[in-house]
């Protein structure tokens, strides 16, 4: 991830940059994948706050029954590194396909 080397590198900064820029090419695109993959791994790089719209936007984006593959344990990791801990155990408790009730982690 350019973001990741850009932050080992030094340069904050521009690592925030280029995660505004994904997020702005994402979104308009309305892919779910693209979304998820920006929020898991962009939170386990240390960009858990910026790539948060990502997260939101997973669960939104895409045809409805792609759109509970895997945001719901993306954004939970997202939460739970951002000090949400509330919301990230709502998303690791919630439901995990269209018809499934909550369910206790």
């Not at 521009?14 to 702005?24: C, H």
């Not at 951002?82 to 439901?95: K, N, V």
């Amino acid at each position: 991830m350019l973001a990741r080397t850009q932050q080992a590198a030094g340069n904050t900064d521009e690592a925030k940059t280029t995660i505004g820029d994904g997020l702005q090419w994402s979104w308009p695109q309305r892919m779910n994948g693209a979304n998820n993959s920006m929020c898991w791994f962009g939170s386990l790089s240390g960009f858990a706050a910026q790539v948060m719209p990502a997260c939101e936007r997973a669960g939104l984006s895409g045809a409805v029954e792609h759109a509970w593959q895997n945001w719901r344990d993306s954004r939970g990791v997202a939460r739970a590194i951002t000090g949400d801990y509330a919301g990230a155990i709502e998303d690791f408790q919630g439901p995990r396909g269209p018809g499934e009730t909550e369910r206790a982690v």
